[in-house]
């Protein structure tokens, strides 16, 4: 299918083109590329395809089992901070109606990154508290990678590891893989320009980086609160360009 022809066959082009040619439904009016880099979002639809083939239905096996996984994580970090065995159930069900579960990754295979990008912030919080820092280093590049969304999570990370033991290295370590990211956006990526203001700026902008890094910082580690956030101002989903009907 055309979904995955993001990444053309080649994983070189995953970030060097991102999450382009995606959105296709009229070639010869729409634009194939945008401004989000989003590589994490061709590998896990190239997972999909290597496990399931042309079986396209059960691509969205793996957004469930992101799904149950986050819900797991959750749980098991709430256990950890003394939360009584008869919540655990509770809290769970009250998780199952977090916003990006229900969100177009229930219909549309490429739009999954929100449920995999908080996965991957939410475990790497849950590692950071386990002082299993590589692991937390990994899903926090993972998670970047996965949508900009996460670009606070680096920069929350280095702040708690340095607030909870004194490391300045270890806390600068962190940063990594927003160095990592920036890096690659400006050397590696090239649809900028390429886009033409298709799907816009918005969260490439100073003014949008900042409003998205003060949210996620907020919310860090956990996104429950992202539906209301996004309803209150500076945060408002109607200043996103891709809310803007056609």
Not at 25 to 31: D, G, I, L, N, T
Not at 184 to 196: C, T
Not at 204 to 221: E, V
């Amino acid at each position: 299918p055309s979904v995955l022809g993001g990444s053309a066959g080649s994983a070189i082009d995953w970030f060097t083109h991102g999450f382009s040619r995606y959105f296709l439904v009229y070639p010869e009016w729409s634009v194939p590329f945008t401004e989000f880099l989003r590589p994490g979002v061709n590998g896990i639809l190239r997972l999909d395809q290597i496990l399931f083939g042309n079986h396209y239905a059960l691509y969205f096996l793996l957004l469930y089992a992101g799904q149950f996984l986050m819900v797991w994580i959750v749980v098991m970090m709430a256990r950890d901070m003394g939360v009584r065995g008869r919540w655990l159930l509770p809290l769970a069900l009250l998780l199952t109606f977090e916003p990006a579960f229900f969100s177009d990754a229930i219909v549309i295979l490429s739009g999954q990154f929100d449920v995999w990008c908080g996965l991957f912030t939410v475990a790497a919080f849950f590692f950071l508290s386990r002082k299993r820092y590589a692991l937390a280093l990994l899903l926090l590049t993972l998670a970047i990678f996965t949508k900009e969304a996460a670009l606070y999570a680096p920069i929350a990370a280095a702040l708690t590891v340095a607030y909870g033991t004194r490391r300045k290295v270890l806390a600068g370590t962190m940063l990594l893989p927003l160095v990592g990211w920036l890096a690659v956006r400006k050397f590696v990526f090239i649809s900028s320009g390429l886009a033409k203001g298709n799907y816009g700026l918005h969260f490439m902008s100073i003014k949008g980086l900042l409003a998205s890094t003060i949210k996620g910082m907020a919310l860090w580690p956990s996104g429950l609160l992202g539906y209301q956030v996004e309803h209150i101002s500076p945060f408002n989903s109607s200043m996103h360009p891709m809310s803007t009907p056609i």
